[in-house]
């Protein structure tokens, strides 16, 4: 699982702050999607991505934006954070429709 | 889109029980089936998962089973230990897509 990695693990902000979630994998896996996980809600998917420069929406995109210039990185920026947005974000990777490895998690607080 | 519904969202057991969850999905379209489980601070693992072409899969202690007729599946745990409580969560997915959603999870707890 050292094959994932996101930074920063904890970040508080403010509202109307731009925040910006890192997310990269060393194993060269062709889609990387991003999730946030709030109690009562489970994972629900934010953006996803299946190669380099091919970005596409979820099921909470909105307050949100993705690029993914390189197949390792995908970041997430949350434009003028809000304090819903306040969530565990996981980001996860995989190489086809099997397994998705997830990072460690970022804990985002906005206050 | 598609929903999927898990249940219980709790669940307590005695060790060396066995511990059922049960997911329900909505879009027929879905063909793959994983389960994660997450312990306490830390990040979903993958313990096991299905595809629509079959109807049953069994690693070790646990088992899922899948029924598209009636658009449910499960997780079988046997022989409950200490170690298997955490937070499970069922997904349904048409190869990833706005489709691959996840249910809200199930804390079980397994009493020594």
């Known amino acids: 699982d050292a094959g994932i990695t996101q930074s920063p693990r904890y970040k508080i902000t403010e509202t109307g702050r731009q925040v910006t979630l890192m997310c990269h994998q060393t194993?060269?896996?062709?889609?990387m999607f991003w999730y946030r996980q709030d109690l009562g809600h489970g994972l629900r998917l934010i953006y996803y991505?299946?190669?380099?420069?091919?970005?596409d929406k979820g099921e909470v995109p909105d307050g949100y934006v993705v690029s993914r210039s390189k197949t390792e990185n995908f970041p997430l920026t949350l434009e003028s954070a809000t304090r819903s947005q306040t969530s565990v974000y996981f980001c996860?990777?995989?190489?086809?429709?099997?397994?998705?490895?997830f990072g460690p998690g970022t804990r985002l607080t906005v206050t | 889109g598609e929903n999927v519904e898990q249940h219980p969202s709790t669940l307590s057991v005695q060790e060396g029980d066995s511990a059922v969850i049960k997911c329900t999905y909505s879009?027929?379209?879905?063909?793959?089936f994983p389960w994660y489980k997450q312990e306490l601070g830390k990040r979903p693992q993958l313990i096991i998962d299905?595809?629509?072409?079959?109807g049953e899969k069994k690693d070790q202690r646990i088992a899922v089973t899948l029924n598209k007729t009636a658009k449910h599946f499960s997780l079988h745990i046997t022989e409950t230990q200490p170690e298997d409580s955490a937070v499970y969560f069922c997904?349904?997915?048409?190869?990833?897509?706005?489709?691959?959603?996840f249910g809200p999870g199930t804390r079980l707890s397994v009493l020594p």
């Open positions: 996860a990777s995989g190489q086809g429709a099997d397994e998705q490895y």
């Open positions: 194993w060269s896996h062709s889609y």
């Open positions: 991505s299946a190669a380099a420069d091919i970005t």
């Open positions: 879009d027929s379209a879905s063909n793959y």
């Open positions: 299905i595809r629509s072409n079959v």
């Open positions: 997904a349904a997915s048409i190869n990833y897509g706005q489709n691959f959603v």
